[in-house]
């Protein structure tokens, strides 16, 4: 009886260290995210006041829940749909993020890939190469680039000194798009290429060789065979850039202009400078929505096809 009642005990051990193990990233997900957005959505429900938390309703309690309430209305979200500034910041957003995922992704899968087919005893050298960047504050990286990019910087003096530009010539590249689009690819690409890097290098190089044998050109190789197995590095790059590169504001605020217009700098804007908190919040819950829900979709739509 005794060594019947152990085995339970030694089979029920396992299975509560499972289920905690499970548990762990759930409690994180309802700390972190779960709990954040149901405070913000609650605040995009309510209205703006000269007062300390500048919106109303506040909770006060269980006793007045009828109350609360019923003071909830969606009159930020109809604001949002009237006014075309918000509209305008989320496509602007979009179009930012899509085209510098792109080109991070352009100029991170050549990096990985040859990473992936360098020298085993290099490879580390390499991969501490990337994260270098890491080392430095990341608003001290982005405050150097105006230092290059304005026009009497470092990039107009090395045009001027190789004799591509007149000596009172300047280049026009800060407070622009373009400007916006070199801080953004220079400060995410670690991001792009260390995914892509972990896929391609676990890549089985005798398919190549076998494609090889069989008079399969290189470059079809690479469309059928290398492409297609580092398609998960690809995704998981693209998407760990995009989502943040759309609510970006130190770049856009720093480096972009008056013209660059985006979602994160509008959200500032009404947080800090208008102290709109309730429609700030509706803006939130829109651009988190307007990223989750796809994401979301295209995970489910993943799982049925594996």
Not at 248 to 275: H, Q, S, Y
Request: glycine share 6%; with cysteine.
């Amino acid at each position: 009886m005794a060594s019947v009642s152990n085995d339970a005990a030694t089979h029920r051990g396992p299975g509560r260290a499972r289920w905690l193990v499970v548990l762990v990233p759930y409690v994180w997900l309802l700390l972190f995210f779960v709990a954040p957005f149901l405070i913000i959505l609650k605040i995009s429900l309510s209205d703006t006041a000269i007062s300390m938390p500048p919106y109303t309703p506040v909770f006060e309690g269980f006793g007045a829940i009828g109350d609360f309430i019923s003071e909830l209305d969606f009159e930020n979200y109809v604001f949002l749909t009237d006014d075309p500034l918000y509209i305008q910041a989320y496509i602007s957003s979009l179009r930012i993020a899509v085209i510098s995922t792109l080109l991070l992704l352009l100029i991170g899968y050549p990096m990985a890939l040859a990473m992936a087919r360098a020298p085993t005893s290099i490879r580390p050298t390499l991969v501490m190469l990337v994260i270098l960047p890491f080392w430095t504050s990341f608003l001290i990286r982005v405050y150097a680039w105006i230092g290059i990019l304005k026009p009497d910087g470092l990039l107009t003096l090395l045009l001027q000194t190789i004799g591509l530009m007149g000596p009172d010539d300047q280049i026009q590249i800060f407070r622009t798009d373009t400007a916006v689009f070199i801080g953004i690819v220079y400060s995410y690409l670690p991001f792009m290429v260390l995914p892509l890097y972990s896929a391609l290098e676990k890549m089985d190089n005798t398919l190549l060789e076998a494609a090889n044998d069989l008079g399969c050109p290189p470059l079809k190789a690479f469309w059928r065979i290398t492409f297609p197995l580092s398609l998960p590095g690809v995704i998981a790059g693209s998407m760990i850039c995009f989502i943040p590169i759309t609510g970006e504001f130190v770049i856009p605020d720093l480096l972009g202009g008056a013209d660059t217009l985006m979602i994160g700098k509008t959200l500032w804007t009404e947080f800090f400078g208008n102290r709109d908190w309730p429609l700030a919040s509706a803006v939130a819950v829109i651009l988190l929505l307007a990223l989750v829900v796809p994401i979301m979709i295209f995970q489910n739509q993943q799982k049925k096809v594996a």
